[in-house]
């Protein structure tokens, strides 16, 4: 194969989405072959309500080549083991979803059938009792795995961030700039397209024109390429996601120390709250059906911790993805192709599984472009299967309540659902059996804690439990419960508390 030829590859918007997929490109891709631009406008504000993401994004940091210690301290990040859910299943009712592992190995025996059987026979031992970070967050023990022994067996909690993702943002900025990445501020005013229907140019309000060879809608909402150019439609996901509106809001607090997110479902909607190090992020997603905006602040107000930094901000939300992700020579990512209410905390896990998979079936210099539709029906079916799997986690929790207490919460019962989900509800009903796509973000124990979270247990455990020692495995799963236990009495004391909310 021989070398057309620098490519040059453009990034419209400089929000978190396209930082990051700058920042990936210009890391592995040599300046030689391709120029890497991104353009931005500082007169359209990026969203950036302060984050709560999941473990990929530290991921993605060590992808880099960064240094995750120093990703921390300049994103002012804080340690998140996981979120708890309250007032979901019912007025009154909590459960843990922690990140990492959940059970303990059983001589090859599938722990969560062991921990169903053990319950079918009386034992009341919460699932989340055999999850270091559920344990480690009970006891607000806020560290990372670098403050822990070699040997804990905490170690596998694998915590992930609340961070400010505008200070996340800069540190990619600042990564990109150093690799030649060229910056324009200016704003797009149009799209020329190409006779094939590609995407030739960008026009600028400084009255710059600039080509490229392939682009990145990094626009927002907005979808400045994907959508306004290219017309790729958006499957909009509302039957399903009712919330359209947020109403997000921070406040100042002396410090935080709580290593968790909170979600909290209130009458038409649920209110998050995000302890960064010096102010929480507080919001509350509802549907505007069910609630009007004056509400929403009094809900947002009485939910808050901590004295308001500024009046509430009003965000409209359009839930579902692009039907096509990469269209022609374009590919979306982040709020430009697709959006699920922060609930399960996605939204940048998505980002860093799009840039991933660009990467793996990049349209390299070296093809003709006639290659391009087999590489974009690949990306964009892989893209939707991992969107539809994260929607589906994300219903299970509307669904799946018991709350009756307002005509919100009673139509959750009886919306719609995808034919996905009902496979994988009455699949778990049955026999506590999960089918979860290997590279998808919420593998088995995260449904299991969503599940039995909100209510909802197998009506059997698997029969080849009763083939086993079940003494035995009684025993080792004590004795893993100790062993968590006994982890969080070793750590030092760091005399922090919860705040209370
Ligand atoms: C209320 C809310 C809460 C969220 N909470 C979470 C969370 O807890 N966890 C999580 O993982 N994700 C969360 N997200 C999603 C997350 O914020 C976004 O996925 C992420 O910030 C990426 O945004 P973006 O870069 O795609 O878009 P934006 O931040 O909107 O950036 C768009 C960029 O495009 C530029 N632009 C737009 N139009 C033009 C133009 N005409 N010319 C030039 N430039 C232009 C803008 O200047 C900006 O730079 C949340 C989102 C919302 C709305």
């Known amino acids: 194969m021989k070398h057309t030829g620098t490519r040059k590859l453009v990034i419209a918007g400089g929000g978190t989405a396209g930082w990051m997929a700058a920042a990936a490109l210009v890391s592995r891709l040599k300046p030689e072959y391709y120029e890497i631009t991104v353009v931005e406008s500082s007169h359209i504000s990026t969203i950036g309500v302060g984050e709560s993401v999941v473990p990929s994004v530290t991921g993605f940091i060590r992808d880099l080549g960064l240094d995750e210690q120093d990703f921390i301290e300049k994103t002012e990040a804080t340690?998140?083991?996981?979120?708890?859910?309250?007032?979901?299943?019912?007025?009154?009712?909590?459960?843990?979803?922690?990140?990492g592992t959940l059970g303990c190995e059983l001589e090859g025996n599938e722990f969560f059938q062991c921990w169903?059987?053990?319950?079918?026979?009386?034992?009341?031992?919460?699932?989340?009792?055999?999850?270091?970070?559920?344990?480690?967050?009970?006891?607000?023990i806020s560290v990372f795995p670098s403050g822990l022994p070699s040997d804990s067996p905490l170690l596998t909690a694998n915590p992930?961030?609340?961070?400010?993702?505008?200070?996340?943002?800069?540190?990619?900025?600042?990564?990109?700039e150093e690799r030649q990445v060229k910056i324009i501020n200016s704003h797009i005013v149009n799209v020329n397209m190409r006779e094939n229907g590609s995407i030739e140019s960008l026009e600028l309000n400084n009255r710059q024109?600039?080509?490229?060879?392939?682009?990145?809608?990094?626009?927002?909402?907005?979808?400045?390429?994907?959508?306004?150019?290219?017309?790729?439609?958006?499957?909009?996901?509302?039957q399903f996601l009712p919330c359209d509106r947020v109403a997000a809001?921070?406040?100042?607090?002396?410090?935080?120390?709580?290593?968790?997110?909170?979600?909290?479902?209130r009458e038409s909607g649920w209110a998050w709250s995000i302890p960064l190090r010096s102010r929480v992020s507080s919001g509350f997603v509802y549907s505007s059906s069910h609630c009007s905006d004056t509400r929403?602040?009094?809900?947002?107000?009485?939910?808050?911790v901590g004295e308001p930094l500024h009046d509430p901000q009003f965000i409209p939300l359009r839930t579902g993805m692009r039907e096509q992700m990469w269209k022609k020579n374009c590919v979306a990512l982040g709020l430009a192709g697709g959006f699920l209410e922060p609930l399960e905390s996605a939204n940048i896990h998505l980002v860093t599984h799009g840039v991933k998979l660009l990467m793996e079936l990049f349209p390299g210099i070296f093809e003709d472009q006639q290659d391009w539709p087999t590489l974009a029906a690949e990306y964009n079916a892989r893209m939707r299967s991992e969107y539809e799997e994260i929607r589906d986690f994300t219903i299970l929790h509307y669904c799946t309540t018991s709350r009756v207490d307002s005509e919100f919460w009673r139509r959750c019962q009886s919306n719609p659902l995808p034919d996905s989900l009902v496979e994988k509800i009455e699949l778990f009903r049955v026999r506590g059996v999960l089918?979860?796509?290997?590279?998808?973000?919420?593998q088995k124990s995260s449904w299991q804690a969503v599940f039995t979270g909100m209510g909802v247990f197998p009506q059997a455990y698997h029969p080849l439990v009763d083939m086993a020692d079940f003494g035995g495995i009684q025993k080792a799963m004590l004795n893993y419960r100790t062993q968590l236990e006994d982890a969080i009495e070793s750590l030092p004391q760091t005399g922090n508390s919860a705040p209370s909310e």
């Open 116 to 140: 169903l059987k053990a319950k079918f026979e009386g034992d009341s031992t919460p699932l989340t009792d055999y999850s270091p970070a559920a344990v480690m967050a009970k006891s607000t």
């Open 435 to 442: 089918r979860i796509s290997d590279d998808s973000l919420f």
């Open 79 to 99: 340690v998140k083991l996981g979120t708890m859910f309250r007032d979901w299943s019912d007025k009154g009712q909590s459960f843990f979803h922690p990140l």
């Open 296 to 304: 929403a602040e009094q809900i947002l107000r009485e939910t808050a």
């Open 209 to 238: 024109t600039v080509q490229g060879d392939f682009f990145i809608d990094c626009s927002g909402f907005r979808g400045l390429l994907i959508d306004e150019a290219l017309d790729s439609p958006f499957l909009d996901w509302k």
């Open 249 to 265: 809001m921070q406040t100042a607090v002396n410090r935080t120390t709580r290593p968790y997110t909170i979600s909290t479902a």
């Open 160 to 176: 992930a961030l609340h961070l400010d993702s505008s200070l996340m943002r800069q540190y990619l900025v600042k990564f990109a």
